[in-house]
């Protein structure tokens, strides 16, 4: 389980850019997490309260994701598929060689305070 690692790491850096900036208060973050990034997002959402405890910036500070689709271009035919939904093979012409065009990512993609 690799989610707990890498969340402790995004809320570092919102930690430290939050700093940086003189944000006292943060009230969300967005984590961008792909479906083909090997990342369940129930693990983030299950653990952040764990991870944020005791830290006075993250007080109140709510957890919102984005789920960008799995998405390949078959090598074979040139069909664009959704990875996940297709099971991996092409939806026309049934191969498995493909090139990922995106859904790999995992990003702290935003953070929200007010002033």
């Known amino acids: 389980m690799h989610e707990i690692s890498v969340l402790y790491r995004a809320v570092e850096l919102a930690e430290e850019t ?3 900036n003189g944000i006292s208060r943060l ?6 997490v792909g479906e083909l990034s090997g990342y369940l997002p129930v693990f983030f959402e299950k653990y952040f309260p764990v991870v944020i405890e005791g830290r006075e910036v993250f007080e109140g500070c709510q957890l919102r994701m984005t789920r960008p689709r799995g998405e390949a271009l078959c090598t074979d035919c040139h069909a664009m598929y959704n990875v996940m939904e297709c099971e991996g093979k092409c939806p026309r012409c049934g191969s498995r060689y493909k090139t990922i065009l995106g859904g790999t990512q995992f990003e702290l993609k935003e953070i929200g305070y007010e002033e």
Request: zero cysteines.
């Open 18 to 20: 939050a700093e940086e």
């Open 27 to 32: 009230s969300y973050i967005t984590l961008e």
